[in-house]
């Protein structure tokens, strides 16, 4: 992670989603950003999951987005 910003995580069965609210503000009705910031990695697993579009034959997938300065 570049400059210790948090990821963002995405976890299922039921959706929950995690974020640090000073890293990514609120932009309009549920969305939120930084345009000091880009993607770095995405990582997904899971049970099921072997590529990037891929049914979950789970509820235990995680989806962790790593993020920071370009």
Same mark, same amino acid.
């Given at each position: 992670m *570049?400059?210790?910003d948090?990821?963002i /995580? /995405?976890?299922?069965? *039921?959706?929950t /989603?995690?974020?640090?609210v000073? @890293?990514?503000w609120?932009i309009?009705t549920? @969305?939120?950003?930084?345009?000091k910031?880009? $993607?770095k990695?995405v990582?997904?697993?899971?049970?099921? $999951?072997q590529n !990037? !579009? @891929? *049914?979950?034959?789970g509820n235990n $997938?995680?989806i962790k987005?790593?993020y920071?300065?370009?």
């Amino acid at each position: 992670m *570049s400059g210790g910003d948090p990821p963002i /995580i /995405i976890q299922g069965g *039921s959706v929950t /989603i995690e974020f640090d609210v000073s @890293q990514l503000w609120a932009i309009g009705t549920g @969305q939120f950003g930084n345009d000091k910031k880009v $993607i770095k990695t995405v990582e997904i697993t899971g049970d099921g $999951i072997q590529n !990037y !579009y @891929q *049914s979950a034959t789970g509820n235990n $997938i995680t989806i962790k987005v790593t993020y920071g300065d370009p």
